[in-house]
Protein backbone atom coordinates (compact mmCIF):
# COMPACT_ATOMS: atom_id res chain seq x y z
CA UNK A 1 0.00 0.00 0.00
CA UNK A 2 2.84 2.03 0.57
CA UNK A 3 4.80 1.42 -2.65
CA UNK A 4 8.03 0.82 -0.16
CA UNK A 5 10.46 -2.17 -1.35
CA UNK A 6 11.94 -4.16 1.24
CA UNK A 7 15.72 -5.11 0.34
CA UNK A 8 16.74 -8.93 1.24
CA UNK A 9 17.83 -7.98 4.89
CA UNK A 10 14.50 -6.45 5.83
CA UNK A 11 13.01 -9.36 4.57
CA UNK A 12 15.34 -11.51 6.51
CA UNK A 13 14.37 -9.08 9.25
CA UNK A 14 11.22 -10.36 8.84
CA UNK A 15 11.21 -14.03 8.41
CA UNK A 16 13.53 -14.22 12.13
CA UNK A 17 10.57 -12.10 13.59
CA UNK A 18 7.96 -14.29 12.62
CA UNK A 19 9.99 -17.26 13.11
CA UNK A 20 11.12 -16.12 16.84
CA UNK A 21 7.05 -15.30 17.39
CA UNK A 22 5.55 -18.83 16.01
CA UNK A 23 8.65 -20.26 18.68
CA UNK A 24 7.01 -18.45 21.45
CA UNK A 25 3.46 -19.24 20.70
CA UNK A 26 4.25 -23.05 20.10
CA UNK A 27 5.93 -23.76 22.96
CA UNK A 28 4.04 -21.00 25.27
CA UNK A 29 2.40 -22.39 28.71
CA UNK A 30 -0.67 -23.01 28.48
CA UNK A 31 -3.09 -20.44 31.26
CA UNK A 32 -4.90 -21.36 33.73
CA UNK A 33 -8.31 -21.54 34.46
CA UNK A 34 -9.34 -18.38 36.50
CA UNK A 35 -12.96 -18.90 37.94
CA UNK A 36 -13.08 -15.08 38.72
CA UNK A 37 -11.18 -11.68 39.04
CA UNK A 38 -10.68 -12.31 42.68
CA UNK A 39 -7.89 -15.04 42.13
CA UNK A 40 -6.52 -13.00 40.01
CA UNK A 41 -6.35 -10.43 42.59
CA UNK A 42 -5.06 -13.00 44.78
CA UNK A 43 -2.03 -13.67 42.59
CA UNK A 44 -1.20 -9.83 42.50
CA UNK A 45 -1.26 -9.37 46.15
CA UNK A 46 1.18 -12.54 46.40
CA UNK A 47 4.48 -11.32 48.37
CA UNK A 48 6.52 -12.26 45.46
CA UNK A 49 4.93 -10.08 42.84
CA UNK A 50 4.49 -6.71 45.53
CA UNK A 51 8.23 -6.74 46.25
CA UNK A 52 7.96 -6.94 42.39
CA UNK A 53 5.94 -3.65 41.82
CA UNK A 54 7.63 -2.02 45.26
CA UNK A 55 10.76 -2.51 43.55
CA UNK A 56 9.25 -1.18 39.81
CA UNK A 57 7.11 2.01 41.46
CA UNK A 58 10.62 2.80 43.62
CA UNK A 59 12.84 2.55 40.39
CA UNK A 60 10.20 4.95 38.33
CA UNK A 61 9.93 7.47 41.16
CA UNK A 62 13.20 7.75 41.04
CA UNK A 63 13.63 7.98 37.13
CA UNK A 64 11.28 11.00 36.93
CA UNK A 65 12.00 12.77 40.22
CA UNK A 66 16.09 12.48 39.86
CA UNK A 67 17.59 11.10 36.91
CA UNK A 68 15.22 12.73 34.10
CA UNK A 69 16.08 16.22 35.04
CA UNK A 70 19.65 15.67 35.22
CA UNK A 71 20.01 13.16 32.24
CA UNK A 72 16.70 12.68 30.24
CA UNK A 73 17.90 14.77 27.37
CA UNK A 74 21.39 12.84 26.83
CA UNK A 75 21.05 9.18 28.15
CA UNK A 76 18.60 7.13 26.17
CA UNK A 77 18.37 4.36 29.12
CA UNK A 78 16.00 7.03 31.48
CA UNK A 79 12.96 7.57 29.41
CA UNK A 80 12.84 3.76 27.82
CA UNK A 81 13.57 2.76 31.51
CA UNK A 82 10.11 4.65 32.95
CA UNK A 83 7.90 3.38 30.45
CA UNK A 84 9.62 -0.61 30.45
CA UNK A 85 9.01 -0.72 34.11
CA UNK A 86 5.54 0.95 33.97
CA UNK A 87 4.66 -1.28 30.63
CA UNK A 88 5.54 -4.77 32.69
CA UNK A 89 2.68 -3.47 35.04
CA UNK A 90 0.38 -2.18 32.79
CA UNK A 91 0.92 -5.13 30.75
CA UNK A 92 -0.37 -7.77 33.74
CA UNK A 93 -3.45 -5.26 34.66
CA UNK A 94 -4.29 -5.55 31.30
CA UNK A 95 -4.48 -8.99 31.38
CA UNK A 96 -6.80 -9.23 34.79
CA UNK A 97 -8.97 -6.57 32.90
CA UNK A 98 -9.30 -8.80 29.75
CA UNK A 99 -10.27 -12.15 32.01
CA UNK A 100 -12.48 -9.88 34.08
CA UNK A 101 -14.29 -9.21 30.91
CA UNK A 102 -13.93 -12.32 29.22
CA UNK A 103 -15.75 -13.73 32.02
CA UNK A 104 -18.72 -11.18 32.37
CA UNK A 105 -19.64 -11.53 28.43
CA UNK A 106 -19.63 -15.47 29.51
CA UNK A 107 -21.93 -15.09 31.53
CA UNK A 108 -20.28 -14.70 35.39
CA UNK A 109 -20.65 -10.80 36.25
CA UNK A 110 -17.31 -9.69 37.02
CA UNK A 111 -17.79 -5.56 37.39
CA UNK A 112 -19.35 -6.03 40.97
CA UNK A 113 -16.17 -6.78 42.37
CA UNK A 114 -14.01 -3.47 43.40
CA UNK A 115 -11.00 -4.85 42.26
CA UNK A 116 -12.17 -5.06 38.35
CA UNK A 117 -12.26 -1.57 38.77
CA UNK A 118 -8.96 -1.42 40.86
CA UNK A 119 -7.34 -3.01 38.12
CA UNK A 120 -8.96 0.14 35.54
CA UNK A 121 -7.37 2.46 37.15
CA UNK A 122 -4.08 0.80 37.24
CA UNK A 123 -4.38 0.24 33.55
CA UNK A 124 -5.50 3.82 32.75
CA UNK A 125 -2.42 5.16 34.95
CA UNK A 126 0.05 2.78 33.21
CA UNK A 127 -1.08 3.42 30.08
CA UNK A 128 -0.63 7.49 30.34
CA UNK A 129 2.42 7.26 32.05
CA UNK A 130 3.59 4.67 29.39
CA UNK A 131 2.81 7.11 26.45
CA UNK A 132 4.13 10.26 27.97
CA UNK A 133 7.60 9.38 28.47
CA UNK A 134 7.61 6.95 25.63
CA UNK A 135 6.81 10.46 23.11
CA UNK A 136 9.34 12.25 24.76
CA UNK A 137 12.18 9.74 23.99
CA UNK A 138 10.80 9.77 20.26
CA UNK A 139 10.99 13.53 20.48
CA UNK A 140 14.50 13.63 22.24
CA UNK A 141 16.32 10.25 20.44
CA UNK A 142 16.51 8.79 17.25
CA UNK A 143 13.80 6.10 16.62
CA UNK A 144 15.29 3.61 15.44
CA UNK A 145 17.47 3.48 18.50
CA UNK A 146 14.82 4.05 20.87
CA UNK A 147 12.23 1.50 19.05
CA UNK A 148 14.89 -1.92 19.51
CA UNK A 149 15.84 -1.18 22.86
CA UNK A 150 12.41 -0.37 23.93
CA UNK A 151 11.46 -3.71 22.61
CA UNK A 152 14.14 -5.71 24.16
CA UNK A 153 13.66 -4.23 27.72
CA UNK A 154 9.67 -3.94 27.89
CA UNK A 155 9.61 -7.41 26.43
CA UNK A 156 12.10 -8.33 29.25
CA UNK A 157 10.10 -7.15 32.36
CA UNK A 158 7.05 -8.29 31.18
CA UNK A 159 7.97 -11.83 30.68
CA UNK A 160 9.52 -11.26 33.96
CA UNK A 161 6.43 -10.11 35.93
CA UNK A 162 4.36 -12.81 34.57
CA UNK A 163 6.20 -15.18 35.45
CA UNK A 164 6.20 -14.00 39.49
CA UNK A 165 2.39 -13.43 38.95
CA UNK A 166 1.26 -16.32 36.93
CA UNK A 167 4.14 -18.72 37.93
CA UNK A 168 4.07 -19.97 34.21
CA UNK A 169 7.59 -21.60 34.15
CA UNK A 170 6.35 -23.77 37.12
CA UNK A 171 4.38 -26.16 34.49
CA UNK A 172 6.84 -26.35 31.70
CA UNK A 173 10.18 -28.40 31.49
CA UNK A 174 13.75 -27.36 31.20
CA UNK A 175 13.66 -27.81 26.96
CA UNK A 176 10.15 -25.87 26.96
CA UNK A 177 12.16 -23.07 28.69
CA UNK A 178 14.93 -22.96 26.82
CA UNK A 179 13.37 -22.91 23.43
CA UNK A 180 11.12 -20.40 24.52
CA UNK A 181 14.48 -18.00 25.03
CA UNK A 182 16.03 -19.08 21.80
CA UNK A 183 12.60 -17.75 20.12
CA UNK A 184 12.89 -14.20 22.24
CA UNK A 185 16.81 -14.00 21.07
CA UNK A 186 15.28 -14.49 17.35
CA UNK A 187 13.43 -11.54 17.74
CA UNK A 188 15.43 -9.44 19.07
CA UNK A 189 17.79 -10.54 16.11
CA UNK A 190 15.25 -9.83 13.55
CA UNK A 191 14.45 -6.54 15.12
CA UNK A 192 17.72 -5.59 15.39
CA UNK A 193 18.42 -6.14 12.01
CA UNK A 194 15.21 -4.12 10.33
CA UNK A 195 16.40 -1.47 12.14
CA UNK A 196 19.78 -1.34 11.59
CA UNK A 197 19.54 -2.20 7.75
CA UNK A 198 16.50 -0.14 7.21
CA UNK A 199 17.88 2.94 5.17
CA UNK A 200 19.54 0.04 2.99
CA UNK A 201 18.04 0.86 -0.99
CA UNK A 202 18.72 -2.15 -3.13
CA UNK A 203 21.01 -4.00 -0.98
CA UNK A 204 23.76 -1.39 -0.97
CA UNK A 205 24.76 0.00 2.29
CA UNK A 206 23.02 2.95 4.26
CA UNK A 207 25.52 6.22 3.00
CA UNK A 208 28.51 6.29 6.10
CA UNK A 209 29.51 9.47 7.42
CA UNK A 210 32.81 10.65 5.99
CA UNK A 211 34.83 11.64 8.88
CA UNK A 212 38.01 14.15 7.50
CA UNK A 213 40.99 13.24 9.77
CA UNK A 214 41.90 15.79 11.27
CA UNK A 215 45.45 17.47 10.74
CA UNK A 216 48.07 17.56 13.97
CA UNK A 217 49.43 21.08 14.42
CA UNK A 218 52.92 18.87 14.56
CA UNK A 219 52.56 17.62 11.29
CA UNK A 220 50.92 20.71 9.89
CA UNK A 221 53.56 23.17 10.75
CA UNK A 222 56.44 23.94 8.50
CA UNK A 223 53.78 22.97 5.49
CA UNK A 224 53.33 25.43 3.04
CA UNK A 225 49.70 25.61 2.34
CA UNK A 226 48.02 27.55 -0.93
CA UNK A 227 44.94 29.52 -1.00
CA UNK A 228 41.98 29.22 -3.81
CA UNK A 229 44.28 31.81 -5.85
CA UNK A 230 47.64 30.61 -5.39
CA UNK A 231 48.80 32.75 -2.74
CA UNK A 232 51.40 30.68 -0.06
CA UNK A 233 49.77 30.79 3.10
CA UNK A 234 51.36 29.62 6.78
CA UNK A 235 49.73 27.09 9.41
CA UNK A 236 48.14 28.37 12.17
CA UNK A 237 51.44 27.72 14.32
CA UNK A 238 53.22 29.31 11.98
CA UNK A 239 52.05 32.20 12.20
CA UNK A 240 51.54 32.51 15.75
CA UNK A 241 55.46 31.61 15.69
CA UNK A 242 56.06 34.58 13.38
CA UNK A 243 54.02 36.90 15.37
CA UNK A 244 55.76 35.69 18.67
CA UNK A 245 59.21 36.62 16.57
CA UNK A 246 58.34 40.38 16.21
Known amino acids: MLKEKLHIFGILGCVLCVVGSTTIVLHAPQERTIESVAEVWDLATEPAFLSYAAIVLAATFVLIY ?16 VCSLVGSLSVMSVKALGIALKLTFSGMNQLIYPQTWLFTIVVVACIVTQMNYLNKALDTFNTAV ?7 MFTSLTILASVIMFKDWD ?40 RIPKHEDDGAEGIPLRSAEGIPLRSPRATESFRSTL
Not at 66 to 81: C, E, K, L, N
Open 146 to 152: VSPIYYT
Open 171 to 210: RQNPTQIVTEMCGFVTILSGTFLLHKTKDMVDGLPPTLPV
Open 66 to 81: YFIPRYGQTHIMVYIG
